[in-house]
C-alpha cells in the first residue's frame, strides 16, 4: 500500500507547477527526506527515531526526543529545571528573544539534564536542543552542565552529553566564553575521579561546544553526517578564499581524521552506550543486575 | 607616532604643527617660542580629553595598535635569560604561539603566547598572530613541561582568534583547545595570564584558564569580535563601535563583573608609548600575582581555580524547585 502512494504523490508534484498538492498533506502526516527527497509517512519516521529509512539521513531532534530515543522509558528524572535565564550585558532584545525560543520550544533554555537509566545502567544525561537560539551555550547550559557533571562524579557514574549548537550565546558575552572553561573543570575533576565522560556530536555541533566538552569524551562519538567544526564553513571559505569539498567537517571527515571513536546511526546509539556502559562498569552489570537490550 | 588612530586625528595634527613652528624658529631665527608654548598646553589638554575617557571601539583599536608589543617583547624584557623552545612533537612548530623557559627575577617560569608580527612580512610568517592546532598543542606541551619540573606558566594573549582555515579543521582545532582547557584546569602548578591585546573568542581561552587573570587597562576580551558580532546582529560587520559599546568587552568590565583579577596599568595612551613603563607594570603585576598563588598549597591552589571559573555565570535560580517533570519530558 505504502509503494502504491510514492508514484502518486510524486506527479502531483510535478503536474502542479505551485505544488498545491503538497501543501494539502496533512500537516504532520508526511515528511520529506531533506537529502534524498523520499517523502516518509511520520510514523514510519518515528519508528526510525527520525531518520530516513531510505538514505539514513538524519533529521534533526528535539532534547525530549533524544531523551525519549535513549534512555530506558520512564527513567528521566529532570534537575536544575528552575535556573533560568539571566541577562548580563542588559543586551538589547535579549529576553524577547528569550521568550521567543521558550514559546516556539516549550523548553526553557537550550539544554535538559537530569538523571536515568540505559539498559539499567546509571548515568547522567544531558541533551542540547537547536532549536532554542540555535541551542547556543549561555550561562544556564554552562550551569546545568557543570552541576550535572558534578553530580555524576560525586555518584561514581557516567555522564553523557549530546551537543548541537551554534557554538557560544553572543549576548551573554564573556560569561558564555567562560562557560567552555567551567564545563571543561567539572569535567577535569570527574576524569580525575576515574568516572566515564561520552560526547555525542550531533547536527550541527560548532564553535565553544567543539573546543571545549564536545571533544573532550573518554569516548568522542557522533551522529552520520552530523557537521561538527570550530569555525564556520563560510568564514573559512572567505578566509582561504575557495569551496570547501561537501564532506568537509562531516562526522565522517572528523572519524578520518582521528577526532572521534565512532560515528553511530541513530538506531544503533542506544545499544552502544549500553554496550560501553557495561564495559566501564563492574562486571559488566548495572547495580549487580544483568539487565537484557 | 608612526601610527595613528582616527580618533587621534586631532592631536597628531596640532603636534605637527608643533614642529613646523619648532624648526621655523631654528631656520628663520624668528621667536617663536610664545606660540610653541600655547599650542603645547593646548595639546596636552587636547591628549587628556582624548585618552583619559576612551571609548570600547577606541580601547579595540589601541589593543590592536601595530606598534604595541608583542608576546616575545614582553617575555624577553620580563626575563634575564629565554630559551625559546619549539614544536609540537607531532606536526611542525607554529609561529603564531611562542614559548619557552624563562629566568623571571631569578626564579625559572614557562611563559607561552601568541605572537603576532611587527610587519607585514613577519605577520604572514606569525599568521597574524591566530594559531593552529598545533600551535595549541606546543602550548600544552610547555605547560605538561612546566609541571614535571615544576616551574609556574605565564600565559601571554593577544589574537584575534584561533585560526579559521581549513588545515586547522582537519587537524582539530576544536579539540586542541578543548585539551587545553580541560588540561589546564587541572594543572598542578601555579598559572597566571595576561591578555595584553585582544582577547579573541575561543582562541583565547585555549591559553586563559589561569589562577589569576591579569589584563592590560586598554586590551579587550571578547566571545565574538566586534565586526563579527555586528554582522550577525546587524547583518553589517561595518557596525563593530556598536557592537564594541553593547558586549562589555573591556579591562574594566571584566574586572567588575569579577572574571578579570587585575587590570595592570597602561602608559598615557597606550603601551605602545612607553614600552618600559608597561613592562614594568606588568613585571610587578605577575610577581605579586605569584606571591598570592606561593602562599597555597597545591590542593588549595587548584580548589581556588576551580571556583574561579565555577561561579562564573548569570542566571536566575527560583527559591522553589519545580516539581521534577519526568512525566512532562515523556511528550510523543
Known amino acids: ?293 | 607616532m608612526a601610527t595613528e588612530l582616527p580618533f587621534e586625528k586631532p592631536l597628531v595634527e596640532l603636534r605637527v604643527k608643533i614642529d613646523e613652528l619648532k624648526r621655523f624658529t631654528e631656520e628663520k631665527g624668528i621667536d617663536m617660542s610664545e606660540e610653541v608654548a600655547t599650542l603645547e598646553a593646548k595639546a596636552k589638554t587636547l591628549a587628556e580629553s582624548i585618552y583619559r575617557d576612551l571609548k570600547p571601539w577606541q580601547k579595540v583599536q589601541i589593543a590592536r595598535h601595530p606598534e604595541r608589543p608583542t608576546a616575545l617583547d614582553y617575555i624577553r624584557a620580563m626575563c634575564g635569560d629565554f630559551i625559546e623552545l619549539h614544536g609540537d612533537r607531532n606536526f611542525r612548530d607554529d609561529p603564531a604561539m611562542v614559548g619557552g623557559v624563562g629566568l623571571f627575577r631569578g626564579r625559572p617560569v614557562t611563559l607561552i603566547g601568541t605572537q603576532k608580527g611587527k610587519d607585514t612580512k613577519d605577520n604572514i610568517h606569525r599568521n597574524f598572530g591566530m594559531a593552529h592546532p598545533e600551535g595549541y598543542r606546543k602550548a600544552l606541551r610547555l605547560m605538561k613541561q612546566a609541571e614535571k619540573f615544576q616551574r609556574p606558566v605565564f600565559t601571554f594573549i593577544d589574537t584575534a582568534g584561533a585560526y579559521p582555515g581549513a588545515g586547522a579543521e582537519e587537524r582539530g582545532q576544536g579539540e586542541a583547545i578543548a585539551r587545553n582547557l580541560i588540561e589546564m584546569a587541572g594543572l598542578r602548578v601555579p598559572v597566571v595570564c595576561v591578555v595584553t591585546g585582544e582577547g579573541g573568542s575561543g582562541g583565547a581561552l585555549g591559553l586563559g584558564v589561569a589562577d589569576e587573570i591579569l589584563m592590560f587597562e586598554h586590551a579587550y576580551y571578547s566571545v565574538i569580535s566586534p565586526e563579527s558580532a555586528a554582522a550577525l546582529l546587524w547583518k553589517d560587520a561595518t557596525q563593530g563601535q556598536r557592537a564594541a559599546d553593547t558586549m562589555c568587552i573591556t579591562a574594566q568590565d571584566l574586572k567588575a563583573f569579577g572574571i578579570v583579577d587585575q587590570i595592570v596599568p597602561e602608559p598615557f595612551g597606550g603601551v605602545q608609548r612607553d614600552r618600559a613603563e608597561a613592562v614594568s607594570a606588568l613585571s610587578d603585576a605577575f610577581a605579586q600575582a605569584l606571591d598570592r598563588l606561593d602562599a597555597l598549597g597545591m590542593d588549595a591552589l587548584l580548589e581556588r581555580r576551580y571556583d574561579k571559573y565555577r561561579k562564573i555565570g548569570n542566571y536566575r535560580e527560583m527559591t522553589e524547585e519545580l516539581p521534577k517533570h519526568s512525566v512532562a519530558m515523556q511528550e510523543s
Open chain 1, 1 to 293: 500500500m505504502l509503494k502504491d502512494l510514492f508514484p502518486k504523490k510524486r506527479k502531483f508534484a510535478t503536474i502542479s507547477p505551485n505544488q498545491g498538492a503538497k501543501d494539502r498533506v496533512p500537516e504532520g502526516l508526511m515528511n520529506k527526506c531533506k537529502r534524498c527527497g523520499e517523502i516518509l509517512l511520520s510514523r514510519e519516521l518515528e519508528k526510525n527515531v527520525k531518520t530516513c529509512p531510505h538514505c539514513g539521513y538524519h533529521f534533526s531532534m528535539t532534547a525530549p526526543e533524544r531523551i525519549d530515543a535513549t534512555l530506558d522509558e520512564g527513567s528521566f528524572v529532570e534537575f536544575d529545571a528552575h535556573l533560568l535565564t539571566g541577562d548580563p550585558l542588559s543586551f538589547p532584545d535579549y529576553p524577547e528573544k528569550v521568550q521567543k525560543a521558550r514559546e516556539m520550544s516549550g523548553l526553557d533554555e537550550a539544554i535538559v539534564s537530569g538523571y536515568g537509566t540505559i539498559a539499567g545502567f546509571p548515568l547522567y544525561i544531558a541533551v542540547m536542543d537547536f532549536r532554542f537560539i540555535m541551542g547556543s551555550m549561555g550561562s544556564v547550559v554552562g550551569e546545568r552542565l557543570a552541576r550535572t557533571v558534578e553530580r555524576a562524579t560525586d555518584d561514581g557514574v557516567p555522564v553523557v552529553i549530546f551537543t548541537v549548537s551554534g557554538g557560544a550565546r553572543m549576548q551573554e558575552g564573556i560569561f558564555s566564553l567562560m562557560q567552555m572553561a567551567k564545563v571543561s573543570a567539572a569535567l577535569r575533576r570527574h576524569a580525575d575521579a576515574g568516572r566515564l565522560y561520552i560526547a555525542v556530536c550531533t547536527n550541527p555541533t560548532t564553535g565553544g561546544v567543539t573546543a571545549s566538552f564536545a571533544m573532550q569524551g573518554d569516548l568522542n562519538l557522533a551522529e552520520p553526517g552530523a557537521m561538527i567544526g570550530f569555525a564556520g564553513r563560510r568564514i573559512i571559505e572567505s578566509t582561504i578564499r575557495q569551496q570547501l569539498p561537501e564532506e568537509f567537517q562531516t562526522a565522517e571527515f572528523l572519524l578520518e581524521h582521528g577526532m572521534l571513536d565512532e560515528v553511530v546511526h541513530r538506531k544503533d546509539m542506544k545499544p552502544y552506550l549500553a554496550t560501553v556502559l557495561a564495559m566501564h562498569s563492574k562486571r559488566g552489570e548495572p547495580n549487580g543486575h544483568r539487565t537484557a537490550f
